[in-house]
């Protein structure tokens, strides 16, 4: 049977879908997959995988999609980030028979994605994304899908969106963002340069950013005429957003927790999950939130969860009539509800001077003036400052690294293959050799284990060791006769 393809794709195979969990990096495994699924979302992409990874490593497939088969988990988008065409291919083969599409991640925007360079930061290099969506269209058994993050100029943005449709994608998903708007910059999401690509593409689009309620949706879908809209950071607030719902927090909380305890996953995904859920109120309680970072196990998540919700059942029955929810918010703070990222100045005053005068220690300094311009420093960064005052975070200082010969990534500076660790290590096995600047010694390694070897057969066999003496009497005999 052939493979469905755009409007026949999201129609038939994706069911029409209109709300979609976006792929979240170690936030949007199965156990919140299917709470999502069960309040209303009705697409849900897995989070980012690393093609290279996922085509060597068995553990890490395992662990991310060869799991416990869950038939409510459809339909399911899986997404890679990759930057070879065979590397990206080959791992999709191998994840092809557990979902229904395979997504090629274009709009990661963080450092690591730049240092690997893959996601955003391959934006510019079309002819390579069109060899990589023309091989996957040609390989795979399911469509390909694509997820970017616009360019500043509409007209780009659109050029670019028709560049990836006519190279095989089948379904485009718009974060309306530029790279360079993430974290305290992340600032407004353009609906604009998702209206445009709309207009201009045949195949279904889907629109990211801006949503934090079922009104968000509505609007967008009414403004840009998409097929459906994605939800990042709001469903992570509210995995109800979808329902048009905000329940209590420790409902959602408790729900999830009891699926993680049937469909488990690693404890930093399940503490970071609490941790958005219970954001409001963690402001309010924050020995609860120390406690909550420092716990080893499940059990102490539940426990810190459950406290929680007796610390807010105490305050509800204590509520004077009338009293008004604090700080500004929607609902009072055990409500499930959206999170307005602040931006640079408002992250600074919010977390120094007023956090302060609670005697609350902020996640951020101050900011700082560096050469002239304003930068919001970590406090790891202002440590590193304090060792070195003269040290530099300007990102066009750093030094440029030499890339590996075969995957791209940095190479090492002394690697006799001029590769990377990784890929050093696969040349110099497979060829029994040396590399001393990665400190990898097959060859010396195998040679000591030959001389071994037949140390320990002469051990074994005391008559050989005394043939090879005699041998070499006799050939230092013959030795002296010719020189006579």
Known sequence: MPKL??????????????YVVAPMVDQSELAWRLLSRRHGAQLCYTPMLHAQVFLRDANYRRENLYGEACPEDRPLIVQFCANDPEVFVQAALLAQDYC????LNL????MIAKRGHYGAFLQEEWDLLQRMILLANEKLSVPITCKIRVFPEIDKTVK??????KAGCQLLTVHGRTKEQKGPLAGVASWEHIQAVRKAVSIPVFANGNIQCLSDVEECIRKTGVHGVMSAEGNLHNPALFEGRNPLVWEMAEEYLEIVQKYPCPLSYVRAHLFKLWHHTLQVYQQLREELAKVKTLEGIVDVNRELKLRCQEEIANQKEGEKPK???PFFHWICQPYVRPGPKERCKENGAIGTEKGVRGKRALEEEEDGNSELLSKNKQKKKLRNPNKSFDPSLKPKYAKCDQCGNPKGNKCVFNMCRGCCKKRAFKETADCPGHGLLFKTKYEKSLSWQSSQRVIQ???????????VGETAALEEAGDS
């Open 5 to 18: 393809r755009g409007e026949a794709f999201w129609r038939e195979t994706l069911r029409s879908a209109h």
């Open 100 to 103: 229904d599409a395979i997504d």
């Open 107 to 110: 709009g990661c925007p963080q």
């Open 160 to 165: 670019y969106a028709q560049m990836l449709e």
């Open 327 to 329: 700080e500004g918010l």
């Open 461 to 471: 066999n005391p008559e050989l060791s005394r043939r090879g003496a005699v041998d």
